[in-house]
């Protein structure tokens, strides 16, 4: 699940919270591998400061789970702060941690952090991610970059200090791509980092696998779809009939409605999404049909294998959380339903 | 409590992590008013990266008391960042919180953040305190400063932003003060903030409230000794023997023999514990009888009514956490006997 979070902007932080924890664990309980969490500062639908604090707070009551900041604005930090915090956490969940790593992408964030135009942000990204590894490395090292020091002291007589080692040695890494020929993704294939394509339409699908194979290619290092993820919207009930009630009239039909088709028309993403229509024309009866994947066990399992089937497929799909917190019942069936139903009929 | 933590260096970040929410939970049930926890990056003793996650973690369960990060060192962080955090955390907590800020006392916490000599930390605190407090306004603001730039920005035709502001619209902010005539403490009677007096000696104590009110009263605020705390290394047993045994075989004299005693030495601070003595002669016993609070209810009751009287009292008094992990139980019937037999003494 990749926990935005969408939630309504009435919702209180602490609604956030408990919703974002509660959901953790019923992730866990039904077999979810992965349960994803964004961070944002000024965003009213996408409202946690801090991933890591539903990470702590689920890290207990999780077993199997993944839990994974998704992702950290490596710019919005002190990056030397941010590793350290980073490699404790890797060991709070025993290795079961996958960092995302972001360069920011609203501009609002942005000027909270002072930073009036964006246009360093990438720089910024890569000289925190430099800074990161050496502090992971927990030996003594000096690092005086373009927007950031760091360093690791030696032992004194006073003092031995403390590793920043992450768990099992290595934090594995994931980033997230949404353009077309993400530089994001063509990163992550240089790295061997894993990969995470925002759904932006099948050609987007097709197009996000090809950039980052072809650049771990280039690096000489070997991906496969397994690192491959597609976030989707999925909604699952007995029937077509319910799942279309559940979708329009729920969590996810209020997101789209209130937020994410505004933003998505501004950044030309729902044309991309519908590639044959005239944005004038589109109706929630086209969202529900062919950008949502919504139906009973056998519709679902079906539009999901063709997507894979004409996009090349992926190792795993992370849906989207939303704003289910009225009546969270069904919408918990539905995760349900998908590890159940649908799953099995993917293998 | 206050969680430095006094872990030994060979505890995992999980175990730190679970005995620090455990601690949270029993202190909870048992009627502590505050729990501080600390924040290090790069301490082997002292290893919360974080303190957020433990309260985090300790939100849900968890009804009464207030959870506190103490202190979060400002000069080490994105101070807008960490401003939209705090008020989320105020949120989380529905209000049961106290910001604790520092100014970073560990040169080797500092060189991590590729400060290379700390002598502008105290001046990077007031200026990341400032951009803090714009941020909780939550308000269009533009703040350019020596060394952190911040903003908030109106409100566009895509996004209304989300609000900043802290529950209740306000954070409540207490500093620690160790050093005679602490700037720390002046700082904080200046502001009217809570003031934590990390234990230095009887003299010390009276000389921080002298520092604090004096401070407080120039500034036309009014505090009085109800904002007032006093940190100390508290254990109660049964009988004296008992107390004495669980002290000094157990985490509190493991944490000193091991860690404290040569820090403290270092820095002149047993000394001014125990201004009569030469410290070549000092041995635990000076140690047991003079400078932590051990024995039976009644005799703890005793010896803190006379330091009360000595000083001229504090309002709280917040108990050093200690490394129990072993074995909690003897560890927790202390915490038990000091609000079930001590408090009530002392009222």
């Not at 000024?42 to 994974?68: D, F, G, H, V, Y």
């Not at 942005?110 to 990438?122: I, Q």
Request: glycine share 8%; net charge negative.
């Amino acid at each position: 699940m990749f926990q935005t979070p969408f939630m309504r902007p009435e919702r209180t932080p602490r609604q956030v919270f408990d919703f974002a924890v509660d959901q953790a664990i019923e992730c866990d309980r039904l077999g979810f591998t992965e349960y994803w969490i964004g961070e944002h500062a000024t965003m009213s639908w996408e409202s946690i400061t801090n991933p890591e604090l539903i990470i702590a707070a689920s890290a207990r009551q999780t077993q199997k789970i993944k839990l994974c900041p998704g992702a950290h604005l490596l710019p919005y930090h002190n990056p030397a702060s941010l590793a350290a915090q980073v490699a404790w956490m890797t060991h709070v969940t025993e290795g079961r941690y996958i960092l995302g790593i972001g360069s920011g992408g609203y501009p609002s964030d942005a000027k909270l952090r002072g930073l009036k135009d964006m246009s360093t942000n990438h720089k910024r990204t890569t000289e925190a991610l430099e800074i990161m590894k050496n502090v992971w490395e927990s030996k003594p090292f000096q690092f005086d970059g373009e927007f950031y020091s760091a360093g690791y002291p030696e032992n004194d007589e006073h003092h031995e200090y403390r590793s920043t080692a992450p768990y099992g040695g290595k934090v594995e890494i994931g980033l997230a791509g949404l353009s077309p020929n993400s530089p994001s993704l063509s990163f992550a294939g240089r790295n061997g980092y894993n990969a995470l394509s925002v759904y932006a339409g099948e050609a987007a699908i097709a197009n996000h696998w090809n950039t980052y194979e072809q650049a771990a290619t280039e690096a000489g290092i070997s991906v496969n779809r397994e690192n491959f993820r597609v976030v989707r919207d999925v909604i699952v009930a007995d029937t077509d009939a319910e799942a279309r009630k559940l979708a329009v009239e729920g969590g996810i039909g209020k997101a789209w409605m209130e937020y994410l088709i505004p933003v998505y028309k501004q950044f030309g993403l729902l044309q991309a999404m519908l590639p044959d229509m005239d944005m004038a024309d589109v109706t929630i009866d086209d969202i529900v049909e062919k950008v949502w994947i919504v139906g009973s066990p056998d519709t679902v399992a079906e539009k999901l294998s063709a997507v894979c089937e004409a996009t090349g497929g992926w190792g795993t799909t992370l849906v989207y959380g939303h704003d289910y917190l009225d009546d969270v019942k069904p919408w918990n069936y539905s995760l349900q339903l998908l590890t159940e139903e649908v799953a099995p009929k993917m293998a």
